[in-house]
T-cell receptor, first 112, second 111 residues
C-alpha cells in the first residue's frame, strides 16, 4: 500500500539556524501534500500544504518544495525560534480522496 | 475556525471493558476520521465516515467499530479493550479536498 517515509526522526538546531525535514512517498497518484505541527498536549495543526501542480510554496519562515519525478517533498524552516519546537508530520493524499497517509514524524528541538 | 472536541483528554480502562470515545465538530463537515498515534508509527487511520450512517474501514480497523448517527458526532468504540490499544486517539474532520482538522486527542491507557 501507500507509504510515506520521513527523515530525520529527531532534529536539534540552534535558534536562528535553518531546519529541513524530508519525505518520500510511494504512490505516484498522490497530488496533495500537507504538513502538520503537533505541540505538546495538542492535536496536529496544518502549517502549510502544496499540490502537485506547484514546485514550491512559501509562508513567511516556512517553505515546502516538491519534486514529483523523485517523489520527494521537504519542509524548510528558516530563522528557527524556540516556539518552533514540536513534532512535524508530512503526509500525502489524492486530492478529493479520503485517506491521508502520514510519515512517522520528526521531533524538532530548537535550542535557545 | 473548525472546532473539533473530544470527550476526554485522558482515559484509563481495564482489559475487556467496552470503551466509547466521542468526537463532536461544529462546522458541518461531511468527512470525519479516527486516527491512532503511536511513537515511531505516525498517525494510522482506523475508520472514517463521509456521511451520516456511512462508515469505511481504514488501515487498522481490527478491534474497533464506529457510529455516526448525526453529522456532527462520530464515535469510536472499542468492543473489548486490550492492552495493545493503549494509544493516543485523534478525531479529525475534513472539508472536501482540503486538509484535516484535528481535535486535541484522547490518551487511552488499558490496564
Amino acid at each position: 500500500g501507500e507509504n510515506v517515509e520521513q527523515h530525520p526522526s529527531t532534529l536539534s538546531v540552534q535558534e536562528g539556524d535553518s531546519a529541513v525535514i524530508k519525505c518520500t512517498y510511494s504512490d505516484s497518484a498522490s497530488n496533495y501534500f500537507p504538513w502538520y505541527k503537533q505541540e505538546l498536549g495538542k492535536g496536529p495543526q496544518l502549517i502549510i500544504d502544496i499540490r502537485s501542480n506547484v514546485g514550491e510554496k512559501k509562508d513567511q519562515r516556512i517553505a515546502v518544495t516538491l519534486n514529483k519525478t523523485a517523489k520527494h517533498f521537504s519542509l524548510h524552516i528558516t530563522e528557527t525560534q524556540p516556539e518552533d519546537s514540536a513534532v512535524y508530520f508530512c503526509a500525502a493524499r489524492l486530492t478529493g480522496g479520503f485517506k491521508t497517509i502520514f510519515g512517522a514524524g520528526t521531533r524538532l528541538f530548537v535550542k535557545a | 475556525d473548525v472546532k473539533v472536541t473530544q470527550s476526554s483528554r485522558y482515559l484509563v480502562k481495564r482489559t475487556g471493558e467496552k470503551v466509547f470515545l466521542e468526537c463532536v465538530q461544529d462546522m458541518d463537515h461531511e468527512n470525519m476520521f479516527w486516527y491512532r498515534q503511536d511513537p515511531g508509527l505516525g498517525l494510522r487511520l482506523i475508520y472514517f465516515s463521509y456521511d451520516v450512517k456511512m462508515k469505511e474501514k481504514g488501515d487498522i480497523p481490527e478491534g474497533y467499530s464506529v457510529s455516526r448517527e448525526k453529522k456532527e458526532r462520530f464515535s469510536l468504540i472499542l468492543e473489548s479493550a486490550s492492552t495493545n490499544q493503549t494509544s493516543m486517539y485523534l478525531c479529525a474532520t475534513q472539508a472536501p479536498g482540503l486538509h484535516l482538522n484535528f481535535g486535541p486527542g484522547t490518551r487511552l491507557t488499558v490496564l
